[in-house]
């Protein structure tokens, strides 16, 4: 599966951004998908994930409550709900496909996107 965010961009601390990720092949509706964030000089984080079926979400500490994970797999694609962001939110995300089930790790994601810049400015 191929994966290509798109969505991100500046905003405000405080405001909204929602991110998508678009997948191609047919095996979308099978696969874990998640979001990892990384800035310079520091690892990739995990954000959050979503099951198959949409039934499961994870979500890191730092994002729940504010961030939305969903997916619609008639439309092979997941959405990430990104409100009342912070400055310390700013990070290139990145959406994953995994095929052993949801997790937070990042060793059991195969396939990745490009990744998309959000900056939140303070």
């Known amino acids: 599966v191929q994966l290509v965010e798109s969505g991100g961009g500046l905003v405000q601390a405080g405001g909204s951004l929602r991110l998508s990720c678009a997948a191609s092949?047919?095996?979308?509706?099978?696969?874990?998908i998640a979001w990892f964030r990384q800035t310079p000089g520091k690892e990739r984080e995990f954000v959050t994930a979503i099951s198959r079926t949409g039934i499961t979400t994870y979500y890191a500490d730092s994002v729940k409550g504010r961030f939305t994970i969903s997916r619609d797999n008639a439309k092979n694609t997941v959405y990430l709900q990104m409100n009342s962001l912070k400055f310390e939110d700013t990070a290139v995300y990145y959406c994953?496909?995994?095929?052993?089930?949801?997790?937070?790790?990042?060793?059991?994601?195969?396939?990745w996107g490009q990744g998309t810049q959000v900056t939140v400015s303070s």
């Open positions: 092949g047919p095996t979308f509706s099978t696969a874990t």
């Open positions: 994953a496909a995994g095929f052993t089930g949801i997790s937070r790790r990042i060793g059991n994601y195969n396939n």
